[in-house]
């Protein structure tokens, strides 16, 4: 039988014990299990000091009496006591082998479904209408993809939304400089920086401009046709600006997943009835406000979140609270991810306590602000160009593949046009992976030479590393079957299994805290464990038959699990590079 995940086997099973040695109810987390690096264990439980307070017994007999009554014998060899009561778990070859099996027949490869979906909103990406995507975007659409990818194989139901920043004062003077270009828009802003700043810059210098740019917001939110009409052309025009992005990076949000500020506004004036229905509003200096409890600025005053400005305009804030109330309310979500940098933290903070108080979180949702750090140049500062200008993605994207496809030049045996579609894999793949890889809450640092290095935690390390056992496979002549016996003979072998088997817990905990890193750490350790194995073992050469037909096995399985690892984080796998 195969088991999803061992590490939650082993904790059933240690809670059992538990139960009926100690007669004590424990969750299986509590049974702390842990993978171990003592040499000859390959997990070890924690539990025996924590129950041993608790009961007032000593640690080690406590961890003796579990021993005691551990079902395992499938499972475990001989459990060992070390130090003051850790108890030492180590898996039967059979067993072992008998995983590898199951595994290879398992298109899930040991992961399980939940059996209890719940249904994700989750927003991300949220660039600015007739403005380039920033690096920050940049990161919230990589982060937010592995996460959508992640959460369907999960089981959940996932709703994607982009949060467009498509509404606002600064839509008056883009829509009346838009005018003065002689209304072509995809002439005018194939520049999206430049024709922004243009816009700006004559709002700021010309007052005739700049008034004419506040009487077209009014049109803008009071509906007038030709105004509408103007302001779609701009989100039109930057859709198909952000859709070449998307399609570059294989990320698959489309204009059906936009819900941008605009969708709100219709909802904007029930949700701040709603609030002062409910007393939580309060009047400060001519706004509307929500004080959520436990913030304050620096001077210990209480900090509000402003839900209707004293000119009677919305903003940021009460759009926010319109998503809450709108994806829990209308659409049934559960859980509320938005995928924003850290900078908006306490934004976020606050918006989730004022819903709360206004009751569209209930103790039932779970609302998270998937927050990240910055890119960083090499430097150490704000990731820019040389001469300090903000970084064009495109450029970005292109320069990857360019790179990559000298990389790939350099080693590669495959035709041209091979070469080009594996350079795209392996130059997108490189820039996604070192954002995914990288503990989203930190800044990390942009280096070409780091992210195409092929050795280390890279992209093209896993790619290659996928692409050798496959052309092992290729080479063998021979297509691995299931129902093959697995030996483990050697340590690398038998390290190497023990590695394919945790896919299931990595995949979990990069799916509990929303944390891509996890799998990222999970898929090179794999990688590095198949590196191992075929420096020690040789395949192809192998002493026997049995042997060759068990270690391309491992070969496959190495393939499929690095395949579908990279496959949940939105980067693809080459079969050849
Ligand atoms: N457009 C915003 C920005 O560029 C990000 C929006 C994030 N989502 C949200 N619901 N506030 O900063």
Redesign the pocket.
Known sequence: MLHGDVGLELAARVAAAVKSSLDLDITPAEALIRPSSRPGADYQCNAAMGLGKKVGRPPREVAAAIVGALDGTDLIVEPEIAGPGFINLTLTDTWLTTQMEGLFSDPRLGVEKTEHPRRIAI?YS???VAKEMHVG?VRSTIIGDALVRLLRFHGDEVIPHN?L?DWGTPFGMLIEHLIDQGFNAEHSISDLNGFYQEARKKFDADPDFAERARLRVVKLQSGDEETLRLWNELVDESMRHFMKVYQMLGIGLTPEDNYGESFYNPFLADTVDELEQKGLTEISDGAVCVFPKGFFNRDGDPLPLIIRKSDGGYGYMST?LA?VRYWTGERGATDLL?V?GTPQSQHFAMVFAASRDAGWLTPDHNAVHVNFGSILGEDGKMFRTRSGDTIKLIDLLDEAIHRAAALVQERSELDEADQAKVARAVGIGAIKYADLSSDREKDYVFSWEKMLATDGNTAAYLQYANARTLSIIRKSGQTPQPGTPVILAEKAERDLALQLIQLPAAVQSAIDGYTPHKLATYLFDTATAFTAFFEKCPVLKAESDELRASRLVLCALTSKVLTMGLDLLGIEAPTRL
Do not use: K, M
Request: aromatic share 10%; charged share 20%.
């Open positions: 927003d949220s660039p600015n975007h949060h920043g926010d998503t938005y924003v």
